[in-house]
């Protein structure tokens, strides 16, 4: 029986269980429409209205009974198949969640549509809104898996066909079928929900096997673990079901959300209603106290304006009385003003001095393309220069007055440069000069070299210091650059000259004789180490032109077909070579672009996919059109894709693979000819198109290389 009044708490456990915006379609829908809105909403159920009134609902069950019955659902409607008899639930007999719970039980349903007082649908409840909505902390964390978890679990092996898992599923009315290796270890698991993406994606069910579809690997969870760690791995992974395995990895249990909710004791759950609503009610006690203290407050702030217009008004009277003497004052002040005119004359004389000596001062400060910053003895900012406030992004009202060293340095330096900044003001033998890092107001660090001056007063007292600082942040980062290039390349050119020096000394000095087996490998090794060295002093040379600017690019009208032919026209016998399958789809579009430009980008995206590719594997060269959207229109592009099956790469290499000398594994790319210029030159080729060029790739399947190129 229903309570007649419900607790506050429990209608706010009610409200957090209804989902207010049920998935919904119309009864004429259809099924295959219906099917992919479930699985782009990764939703279990989804509900057919008829004037917002709920009319059927068809669910991943009814989905399975139906492919497991063998009938087509090409141009079937929702109407055939949802489940017409529909359990309602009024929003107004809604009391308590215990009673939605054995509701839910009775008549075996795991979603009630709520409605309102005219019959129209205004939610759905479903065993995940329930279990998510329930406070499970303190009634799951000393409960145990092995309590509540299912012992009989419907397995299969993993050359089972899709079709067989759906008809066993409807035969054994379970949500799930756990896929076992020979020794009976389960090694994944296949879900209603998996079967609806499966039907949404086309899948041929008789022909596609459990083990190329199963969701893997399994979470780890054992029989003697918590159900509170199970409710969490569930909600972390957004998983309706765990599979429950002995330390030895054997197969024990299957647990579910449904079994959660049945060691919801209502007595446990009650008593947490309880502690809530006793805390609400501390709560409610605490603001008052807080309303009344309030009161207080302000009614002595009352009593004290009231008192201030009482002394306000005696002030008044004494000021009459001040009036009289001032006016006494005013006249003995007229004979001081003649006596000061003189002296006043040469004050402005020396003042027009000093402004004009101040305003050459703080114009050169404040359009000087350097920071200044002044500190007090204290380190607290005096004075800032609009270039200081454009750098760190700062207002002057937001620096003035605030400590430098909290604001601007470092927390890891601020004790060195707080040592530093006291022993400029009391040694005089500190160095003027220093460089340290200071924090901006977007948090990016800007390394800063510093002249300081000391500021005194006329009796030589130190007040702070004044502080000329230059931004040397790019320089520093160009210098590091250029150490770097010059590392790279010089490891890049000592290589083959190690060879061709080694190669060379042991033929002239006669250890080994040119014409026999050993000498010709040698010489070989040279010949092949002289074409890297020329290879690469010709990339570095090409890089630097693009680089500089001084590469024009020669574009003419061009269909992508006089691309795609020669380039893989040019790599077919490597590929030959190593039985990889070169396949290319281009129905041919019209661009502007530089010929040899891009079929040297081509080429070199194929030749790396064929040196990095398996022997026997394919690669797919694609040509096609995309839209891309700019500020002010829409362009379309030709897209371009290599897609090889090799390793894959890392996704933090994906973002620096374009740099150059970048190379994924130095041994494999300098044994397959690489020097690591070659895709920096691609995408400085495909910028100077006005284009864009990028990798996508997955560790253990392969890799693929977009550029893209406006359209003529």
């Not at 199970?230 to 972390?236: D, E, L, P, S, V």
């Not at 790396?608 to 594997?617: Q, T």
């Not at 059109?625 to 030709?638: A, C, I, K």
Request: aromatic content about 4%; hydrophobic content about 40%; glycine content about 6%.
């Amino acid at each position: 029986m229903l309570a007649d009044s419900p607790s506050p708490n429990s209608l706010t456990l009610i409200n957090r269980a209804i989902i207010s915006t049920p998935l919904t379609v119309t009864a004429d829908a259809l099924l295959g429409d219906a099917i992919a809105q479930m699985h782009q909403a990764k939703s279990s159920y989804i509900l057919s209205t008829d004037q917002q009134r709920p009319v059927g609902i068809f669910t991943e069950r009814d989905l399975v009974r139906l492919l497991a019955s063998g009938q087509s659902t090409i141009g079937m409607t929702l109407a055939t198949v949802m489940t017409q008899e529909l359990l309602t639930l009024a929003a107004e007999d809604i009391k308590d969640v215990f009673e939605i719970l054995h509701l839910m039980k009775k008549n075996r349903v795991r979603h009630l549509p709520v409605v309102d007082e005219l019959g129209k649908l205004t939610g759905v409840i479903t065993r995940q809104s329930l279990r998510e909505a329930l406070p499970p902390s303190s009634l799951l964390k000393f409960r145990l898996v092995k309590e509540v978890m299912e012992s009989k679990v419907v397995c299969a092996p993993q050359a089972t066909s899709l079709l067989t898992l759906v008809q066993q599923m409807a035969e054994h009315r379970v949500s799930c079928i756990v896929i076992a290796d020979s020794n009976h270890r389960p090694v994944g698991i296949v879900t209603e929900r998996d079967i609806v993406q499966f039907q949404t994606l086309g899948t041929n069910f008789s022909q596609t096997q459990a083990q190329t579809v199963m969701s893997s690997p399994l979470l780890p969870i054992q029989p003697h673990d918590s159900l509170w760690m199970a409710h969490q791995q569930m909600t972390q992974n957004h998983v309706r079901r765990l599979v429950v395995c002995m330390p030895d990895k054997t197969l024990a249990g299957l647990i579910t959300q449904s079994s959660l909710l049945k060691t919801l004791d209502p007595n446990e759950i009650q008593q947490v209603v309880e502690l809530l609503q006793q805390e609400v009610e501390q709560l409610r006690s605490e603001n008052q106290t807080l309303i009344e203290d309030r009161t207080c407050e302000l009614e002595n702030q009352l009593r004290l304006s009231q008192q201030l217009e009482q002394s306000h008004s005696r002030l008044t009277a004494t000021n009459v009385t001040l009036t009289t003497t001032l006016q006494a004052l005013q006249i003995a002040q007229q004979n001081l003003r003649q006596a000061n005119a003189d002296l006043e004359n040469q004050v402005e004389t020396r003042t027009a001095d000093l402004r004009q000596a101040e305003h050459r001062w703080r114009t050169l400060l404040e359009n000087v393309p350097l920071v200044v910053v002044g500190l007090d003895h204290d380190g607290k900012v005096t004075y800032v220069n609009p270039f200081l406030l454009e750098l760190t992004g700062y207002t002057a009202s937001q620096v003035l007055g605030k400590d430098w060293f909290e604001q601007f340095v470092p927390s890891f330096e601020q004790p060195r440069l707080t040592q530093y900044f006291q022993q400029l003001l009391t040694q005089s033998d500190t160095a003027i000069q220093y460089q340290n890092i200071i924090v901006t107001r977007s948090g990016e660090k800007r390394m800063i070299a510093w002249n300081n001056t000391l500021l005194c007063d006329g009796n030589d007292t130190i007040l702070g210091s004044m502080s000329i600082g230059e931004d040397i942040t790019e320089r520093l980062v160009i210098d590091r650059m250029k150490s770097e290039f010059i590392d790279i390349v010089g490891h890049e050119l000592r290589t083959p000259l190690t060879s061709i020096d080694g190669g060379l000394k042991l033929i002239t000095g006669g250890l080994v004789a040119s014409d026999s087996e050993q000498g010709q490998l040698l010489l070989q090794t040279v010949a092949k180490s002289s074409q890297r060295l020329v290879r690469l002093v010709e990339e570095i040379l090409d890089f630097e032109c693009l680089e500089s600017g001084k590469s024009l690019l020669t574009k003419e009208s061009l269909n992508t077909q006089d691309l795609t032919h020669p380039a893989t026209a040019a790599v077919q016998p490597m590929a030959k070579r190593s039985g990889i399958a070169l396949k290319v789809s281009d129905p041919g579009f019209e661009l502007v672009a530089d010929r040899q430009r891009i079929q040297q980008v081509l080429t070199n995206l194929l030749d790396n996919a064929i040196k990095f590719s398996p022997d026997g594997s394919t690669i797919w060269l694609t040509v096609d059109t995309s839209l891309l959207s700019q500020p002010d229109h829409t362009e379309s592009m030709v897209r371009f894709q290599v897609r090889d099956q090799g390793p894959g790469i890392l996704p933090e290499q994906c973002k620096t693979i374009f740099d150059r000398f970048m190379q994924l594994d130095s041994s494999d790319t300098r044994s397959n000819g690489g020097t690591g210029l070659g895709l920096a030159i691609c995408r400085k080729i495909i910028e100077q198109h006005s284009g864009n060029i990028w990798v996508e790739s997955t560790l253990g399947e392969g890799s693929c290389f977009y550029f893209t190129l406006p359209k003529g």
